[in-house]
């Protein structure tokens, strides 16, 4: 199936400091969606990136898609401790009908 | 309260035994997905089902079975089979292939002594 690395796999940073994690692959990808799992807890969604070079926003994040379609990344302005959690990129395989293949995931630990 | 209902949350076996873990939705989507995840791990798919009565190994299958025969449930079982069983397991639902978010349930932990 597809495959998709995410960078970096820990990061530390001061409450208020930027936070930014990326996702690469080595194919054309057709969308990428985000995920974030707070400790203990299960993927939300955050949001689907499907044409090149898009930029999306949610508040203090912001979301780009490659303009090759091949990497994606996840930036957070003045992290907070809500911000807590992993940061997952995930791509559909193959045809699509097997389901999500997902990065292993960028874990944010934010100290006061 | 609609979505996506998994138990046992917790489940403590012995080794050699089977267990069935339940996944339940009221979201009437028509596919269903298992996922596996290890401690600083990503997920990884088990199997699938895009419909009733029909359903599709992922990358690691090996050692787990499922059946859905109802549209609102896709069990899994973890059977004696699977050698390193303990982990995190999440079940997963979204309206069909390449249709947007994947929704979760909350989890079911599973460990082995």
């Known amino acids: 199936g597809q495959q998709v690395m995410q960078i970096p796999q820990y990061q530390h940073v001061q409450e208020g400091e930027d936070f930014t994690t990326y996702c690469n692959s080595s194919?054309?990808?057709?969308?990428i969606q985000w995920y974030k799992q707070r400790p203990g807890g299960h993927p939300v969604f955050l949001i689907q990136?499907?044409?090149?070079?898009e930029v999306k926003k949610q508040k203090r994040l912001t979301f780009q898609f490659g303009e090759a379609k091949k990497n994606s990344s996840l930036h957070i302005t003045a992290t907070q401790t809500t911000d807590v959690g992993t940061y997952f990129c995930?791509?559909?395989?193959?045809?699509?009908?097997?389901?999500?293949?997902f990065g292993k995931g960028t874990h944010l630990i934010i100290q006061p | 309260d609609g979505g996506i209902t998994q138990s046992p949350k917790y489940l403590f076996r012995k080794e050699g035994q089977n267990v069935t873990l339940s996944c339940e939705q009221n979201?009437?989507?028509?596919?269903m997905y298992w996922y596996r995840q290890d401690p600083g791990q990503g997920l990884r798919l088990i199997y699938y089902?895009?419909?009733?009565?029909?359903?599709q190994k992922g990358d690691i299958a090996e050692g787990y079975s499922v059946s859905r025969e109802k549209k609102e449930s896709f069990p899994l079982t973890v059977t004696s089979a699977q050698k390193n069983p303990t982990a995190f397991y999440l079940c997963?639902?979204?309206?069909?292939?390449?249709?947007?978010?994947?929704?979760f349930g909350e989890g079911s932990r599973l460990t082995v002594l």
């Open positions: 979201l009437n989507h028509d596919a």
């Open positions: 997963a639902t979204n309206s069909g292939p390449l249709t947007g978010e994947l929704f």
């Open positions: 089902s895009q419909i009733v009565n029909d359903f």
């Open positions: 995930a791509v559909y395989s193959g045809g699509g009908a097997d389901g999500l293949t």
């Open positions: 990136l499907v044409k090149s070079g």
């Open positions: 194919t054309t990808l057709s969308n």
